[in-house]
């Protein structure tokens, strides 16, 4: 029996419609799929943008300790540049300084050729001089060649110098003797001429000749002592005879430039340790520096003092001239610095003075009065006594 028609149709409507509702689950089951494709595809992209994010914090980190070291390579940079800076001025300033030294060292070279030309001419007058002792000729050109082969030294050409100076005054006081042995032996020659033997009185007068003769030797000893390098061991040294030995050479100069010399001396048992020769350098220096203050001065006069007690020796040094420039008085010990005129000193005397003195322990130190002269006063330190000093 066949079903109605509206049958039919419900049951085909039916159909139509588990069909389209398949298709739509399928459509369904396919959107999930491809929704669960893009959640994974999703994923994984936030997965690979994680990563990423990781790896862009680690190069994050990694530039930001480069920065840092940068930084401090910068900081250590900039400290080089300043420390090359520094290091770039501070050679400017000495090559600065080597080029005044080199102009100063020139100035020096013109002085000492000057000095040496002086010191020349001196040997040759001092040659012309003595050429009537023949008995010692021989011994002063050898201490002269001695001389001249220590002429590179500056202590020993501030030496030189002074002799040369004192030459004048040496020569006269050498002729002085000479002279009166000559008188001496005319003498006796007259009265042998005339038969006058007078045996006593020709003993007499050898006596007296002879008496010249050593104080000549004595002269020309006390010379070649002086002029001698200086030996560097240290002994007692007695105050007032090196201040005799010192006079011995520089009063006959005072006496022709009319300078007056007042001197008191330290009692004979004042002495210090050191060189003797040293310190007549120093003594000479002093009283030659006097000499040359004193050239224009109206009133000419030097006195030297020696006192000793608590433990020192005390020696002062006065001219009468018109005193050290203000300012100098802190330069004068320099070495090479004068006031004198290009030529007429190298400015050694009395840096050698303060050298010499700083070696025995002692020290110096001046004091200008302007119009009214300077003065140098000279601490020692005293010797013990003499049974102290041998136990």
Do not use: W
């Amino acid at each position: 029996m066949a079903a109605p028609p509206f049958l039919s149709r419900m049951a085909a409507g039916r159909r139509r419609t588990d069909t389209q509702a398949d298709r739509r689950a399928d459509d369904a089951e396919r959107e999930r799929d491809e929704l669960h494709a893009r959640v994974r595809l999703l994923e994984a992209r936030l997965d690979q943008r994680d990563k990423q994010r990781r790896a862009m914090i680690h190069i994050m980190g990694d530039l930001s300790e480069a920065n840092k070291r940068l930084g401090n390579q910068r900081k250590a940079m900039l400290h080089i540049l300043s420390d090359y800076e520094t290091e770039r001025r501070h050679l400017a300033r000495q090559s600065e300084r080597l080029d005044n030294s080199r102009r100063a060292l020139m100035h020096i070279l013109q002085d000492f050729h000057q000095s040496k030309i002086r010191l020349e001419n001196s040997r040759k007058a001092m040659i012309h001089i003595m050429r009537d002792l023949r008995d010692t000729t021989d011994e002063i050109q050898q201490r002269e060649q001695e001389l001249r082969d220590k002429q590179e030294q500056l202590v020993q050409a501030g030496k030189l110098a002074t002799l040369g100076e004192l030459t004048t005054g040496i020569a006269h006081e050498l002729n002085n003797p000479l002279n009166n042995i000559g008188l001496f032996i005319g003498n006796v020659s007259d009265q042998v001429r005339l038969g006058i033997v007078d045996e006593a009185r020709i003993l007499e007068v050898q006596e007296k000749a002879m008496q010249q003769v050593r104080k000549a030797s004595e002269i020309i000893s006390h010379l070649r002592t002086f002029g001698r390098v200086a030996p560097v061991s240290n002994e007692r040294v007695r105050i007032a005879d090196v201040i005799h030995h010192a006079l011995s050479l520089v009063q006959e100069q005072m006496r022709l430039r009319q300078i007056g010399l007042e001197v008191e001396i330290c009692a004979p048992e004042a002495a210090v340790i050191g060189n003797p020769i040293q310190l007549e350098q120093v003594f000479i220096n002093l009283i030659t520096n006097a000499r040359d203050a004193l050239a224009t001065a109206p009133v000419k006069l030097i006195r030297i003092q020696c006192s000793a007690g608590e433990g020192r020796v005390r020696l002062m040094f006065e001219d009468s001239g018109p005193g050290i420039p203000p300012g100098m008085e802190q330069r004068i010990f320099d070495p090479f610095f004068t006031t004198k005129e290009v030529g007429a000193g190298t400015g050694l005397g009395l840096s050698i003075t303060y050298g010499i003195i700083n070696n025995h322990k002692g020290t110096i130190t001046v004091e200008s009065r302007k119009g009214k002269g300077a003065v140098f006063r000279i601490d020692l330190p005293l010797a013990p006594p003499e049974e102290e000093d041998g136990s």
